[in-house]
């Protein structure tokens, strides 16, 4: 009888760790399906998101987004309602086109945009470099922390269903105009040429 107990005292030990085992592997095999789910589930909804963007349904539409900078500093990086658009050198811009600002197929008085945006106030300032040429990281750090961040809300003006554009324009005195014009400025009838003739002022009143 001891000999008995024995052996099935045993058997229920080696069943139960049994048991164990195939109680992790499912939760094991669970959660590697519930990952692999999530990670799938996020990239749908991101490839959703670009398509919403760049290929915009019946209720909103889509517009590339470029910037024209009418100051001596440096727009290092901007956004217009959340679409981002490339570096403007001073006095410059226009050559470069990000894909794509959002706004209502339906235009009216109440649309307006966000932008934000940073400014380098000094972009010809001397960066210290090392003795290869490569700009020294503090040097770099010292210099970045003389940006200035902005944020403007800024009226729409009035476009047709057809949007060629989101130009963005800065001003001096952090200034911002948006302008929705299919005309490029060379054109006779570009709308903001007057943008293009403002002329820098030493200081600003606000700031």
Same mark, same amino acid.
């Given at each position: 009888?001891?000999?008995?107990?024995?052996?099935?005292?045993?058997?229920?030990?080696?069943?139960?760790?049994?048991?164990?085992?195939?109680?992790?592997?499912?939760?094991?095999?669970?959660?590697?399906?519930?990952?692999?789910?999530?990670?799938?589930?996020?990239?749908?909804?991101?490839?959703?998101?670009?398509?919403?963007?760049?290929?915009?349904?019946?209720?909103?539409?889509?517009? $590339? /987004?470029?910037?024209?900078?009418?100051?001596? *500093?440096? &727009?290092?990086?901007?956004?217009?309602?959340?679409?981002? =658009? +490339?570096?403007?050198?001073?006095?410059?811009?226009?050559?470069?086109?990000?894909?794509?600002?959002?706004? $209502? /197929?339906?235009?009216?008085?109440?649309?307006? *945009?966000? &932008?934000?945006?940073?400014?380098?106030?000094?972009?010809? =300032? +001397?960066?210290?470099?090392?003795?290869?040429?490569?700009?020294?990281?503090?040097?770099?750090?010292?210099?970045?922390?003389?940006?200035?961040?902005?944020?403007?809300?800024?009226?729409?003006?009035?476009?047709?269903?057809?949007?060629?554009?989101?130009?963005?324009?800065?001003?001096?005195?952090?200034?911002?105009?948006?302008?929705?014009?299919?005309?490029?400025?060379?054109?006779?009838?570009?709308?903001?040429?007057?943008?293009?003739?403002?002329?820098?002022?030493?200081?600003?009143?606000?700031?």
């Amino acid at each position: 009888m001891l000999i008995l107990d024995v052996v099935f005292k045993r058997m229920r030990l080696s069943a139960g760790s049994k048991r164990k085992n195939v109680v992790q592997g499912i939760c094991s095999k669970t959660k590697k399906f519930s990952a692999k789910m999530i990670w799938r589930s996020l990239v749908v909804a991101c490839s959703m998101l670009a398509v919403v963007a760049c290929n915009a349904g019946p209720e909103v539409v889509s517009a $590339p /987004v470029t910037g024209y900078n009418h100051t001596s *500093a440096q &727009i290092t990086r901007f956004s217009i309602n959340g679409a981002g =658009g +490339p570096s403007i050198p001073p006095n410059s811009g226009g050559g470069a086109e990000v894909c794509c600002g959002v706004l $209502p /197929v339906q235009w009216n008085p109440k649309v307006r *945009a966000v &932008i934000e945006w940073e400014k380098d106030p000094n972009p010809d =300032g +001397p960066i210290e470099r090392d003795q290869y040429g490569q700009i020294k990281k503090e040097a770099l750090a010292r210099h970045r922390a003389g940006y200035s961040h902005h944020t403007e809300t800024v009226e729409i003006p009035k476009y047709a269903e057809k949007l060629c554009a989101l130009q963005v324009h800065f001003l001096p005195c952090d200034q911002v105009k948006v302008s929705t014009t299919c005309f490029a400025p060379s054109h006779p009838n570009y709308p903001d040429k007057a943008y293009f003739k403002v002329k820098e002022p030493a200081t600003c009143s606000n700031h």
